[in-house]
């Protein structure tokens, strides 16, 4: 070969890498928005089982179409606290058996092309360009759903992916009779070079799945490849793809480094064993099929065995591989632990769109928890003041803060990024929720700072102002706890009962500053402990009107509305539902005297 044929093919494989790693990405992407957040969920619910974690980690690795983005996931997710660390190691396990899956599917590039139309078709180089067309379709209809976009994608990406192949396929051809590329093989009969050269191509992409099919490519196109080379390369393409595990663990505590550990463990401990095995038989016995040239079935079959084979022997060891990670990365001590707290929302939970949706929903759901407990918290404190529990009124608002924070810019960051229809509900929600949630928390101050007044003067309400307090204090209690549960069910009817409840307690602080005025005409209350009962009132009040924006949330993101006050004064006025709720609250939440 020529230097400008050398430099034109190296430039084609190039370009054939750039197109499969971008359509690898945009099939990853679409199947991820098609599954949504239930993958989250699966991980969480499902990873007590070891047979359910193994399947999960196949079929996410299938979605995800890389074992190594499910690691970073995991990586995340024990990084904030989601997962424990023993409960990755099997779904790490499983994921080994998932990216095996690509392997067959770029089999199909070897399929036939000279034979019946209907078997040439069976060849991805043909039947993906029919794939583009109506994934294209599917993409540019205004009409279509959601989910017929994410087909379209799914689709798109599988094209260009097999075009990549294409064009490596193409540029690796004329090696076959190039004799310096004959040569340059010969060199791969040392299986320690085979292991390294896999492992480094494979990192350096960060991508099996990419490294696995340029060996496919070469092995078909070229002719060349025998099993007795293929064999180490597939070996360190395994590690070779932890590699982006690792970088990743860089920043996180010492729980989620261990995810990393584990993943590199298991596929190192494979190769050694199973590499160590088969160079001692081959130079024993012998292997008559080491010198076989080798195609891309062949590469396949070598992949898939490795995986189950190694899948089978250390899955029995699994709290081994933990133990081994311990071993590498002690526990500090508790001075050490302070510095490495779980991280809330970790950043590598963005790289899964669909999962850092769903964990800012439970995010927010903390938040929401914390946000009511604070508010009910300050609110005892009226009547039963105590400094420590002040000190835990104020350090849990920081808390809110900071939630408000790190879900607010994940969110932002989330919405430069293809979301699914439901992510996006779900995402719009979250957001105008965790603003309300912020808000309770900084009236849980006012209250508890209207509680250190009354305490620190020696303050008392009269008895009149006491019972009808506590008439309004339980209306408040079950307006929160109702907007909780709202929040965290999605529930519209319920969500829907939240607003006459709040018109009540608007009635009674109404009717509590009234009451008041006529005891103070009366002389049986002072000014001062009006300014005191006004600003409880004022908090109590704004306290519901953050439940009743937390309530319409809900059912207007589920709707796609987005006009709160027209929504209100559709509710309030003329609705049968609403009068009559309304009716059933006012006479629970009665205050003494009235008839």
């Known amino acids: ?136 379709l599917l993409m540019m209809s205004n009409s279509g759903s959601g989910q017929k976009k994410n087909i379209g994608n799914i689709l798109v990406g ?17 090696l076959k009779d190039s004799t310096e590329f004959q040569q340059l093989l010969t060199k791969f009969d040392n299986p320690i070079l085979g292991v390294l050269v896999g492992t480094g191509v494979t990192g350096i992409i960060q991508s099996s799945a990419a490294s696995i099919g340029i060996l496919q490519t070469l092995a078909d196109n070229t002719g060349t490849i025998t099993f007795g080379m293929a064999i180490p390369i597939i070996m360190g393409q395994n590690i070779g793809t932890c590699v982006t595990a690792l970088i990743s663990s860089i920043g996180v505590n010492n729980n989620a480094k261990k995810v990393g550990v584990i993943h590199i463990a298991f596929n190192v401990i494979g190769t050694v064993i199973f590499l160590t095995v088969y160079e001692i038989l081959d130079m024993t016995i012998g292997f008559e099929f080491s010198s076989w040239t080798i195609n891309s079935i062949g590469i396949a079959i070598v992949h898939t065995v490795f995986n189950i084979l190694t899948t089978f022997l250390l899955l029995p060891f699994a709290k081994y591989l933990e133990k081994i990670a311990d071993l590498v990365l002690p526990d500090k001590g508790a001075g050490e632990d302070a510095k490495h707290q779980h991280t809330l929302l970790d950043k590598r939970v963005l790289t899964t769109p669909s999962v850092a949706v769903a964990e800012c929903e439970n995010a927010s759901q903390n938040m929401a928890l914390l946000a009511v407990e604070t508010v009910l918290l300050s609110v005892s404190l009226l009547t039963d003041f105590d400094e420590k529990l002040a000190k835990k009124v104020y350090e849990n608002e920081e808390k809110l803060d900071n939630y408000e924070d790190r879900i607010g810019s994940s969110l932002v960051q989330l919405s430069t990024m293809a979301l699914s229809e439901r992510d996006s509900q779900v ?9 309300d949630f912020e808000r309770l928390g900084d009236h849980a101050i006012n209250i508890v700072q209207s509680a250190e007044e009354i305490h620190g003067h020696g303050l008392e309400f009269s008895e009149g102002a006491q019972q009808e307090l506590a008439v309004l ?109 309304f009716e059933v609250f006012s006479r629970k939440y009665k205050l003494p005297g009235t008839i």
């Not at 409960?87 to 899956?101: D, L, P």
């Not at 599988?158 to 540029?171: I, N, P, R, S, T």
Request: hydrophobic share 45%.
């Open 1 to 136: 070969m020529e230097v400008k044929d050398i430099v034109l093919a190296v430039i084609m494989v190039i370009g054939g890498l750039a197109f499969f790693l971008y359509g690898m990405s945009v099939m990853s992407s679409g199947l991820e928005k098609m599954a949504g957040g239930k993958m989250e969920q699966a991980l969480k619910k499902l990873t007590s089982n070891w047979m359910l974690s193994l399947l999960l980690g196949t079929a996410i690795t299938i979605v995800l179409q890389s074992s190594s983005s499910l690691t970073v996931m995991l990586v995340g997710l024990v990084n904030c606290g989601v997962m424990e660390v023993s409960q990755t190691v099997v779904v790490i396990i499983g994921a080994n058996i998932g990216k095996t899956f690509t392997t067959w599917l770029l089999c199909l590039m070897g399929v036939d092309t000279e034979g019946p139309l209907w078997l040439s078709l069976l060849n991805p180089e043909y039947f993906s360009l029919i794939f583009a067309l109506i994934g294209a």
């Open 158 to 174: 599988f094209a260009v992916l097999m075009y990549g192949m294409v064009l490596m396929k193409d540029a690796v051809g004329p």
């Open 427 to 435: 995402s719009s929600r979250v957001l105008r929720a965790i603003g």
């Open 473 to 581: 204090t339980a209306a408040l209690e079950e307006i929160l706890q109702n907007t909780y549960q709202v929040y965290k069910s999605h529930n519209e009817v319920e969500a829907a009962n939240i607003e006459p409840l709040e018109q009540v307690i608007d009635y009674l602080t109404r009717d509590i500053r009234a009451n008041h005025i006529q005891r103070l005409q009366k002389g049986s209350c002072t000014i001062e402990m009006g300014f005191v009962l006004n600003d409880i009132l004022i908090n109590f009040e704004r306290v519901s009107d953050h439940c009743s924006n937390i309530a319409v949330s809900v059912i207007e993101t589920s709707h796609n509305m987005f006009e709160t006050h027209s929504y209100l004064s559709k509710v309030k006025f003329g609705n049968k539902n609403f009068n009559e709720n």
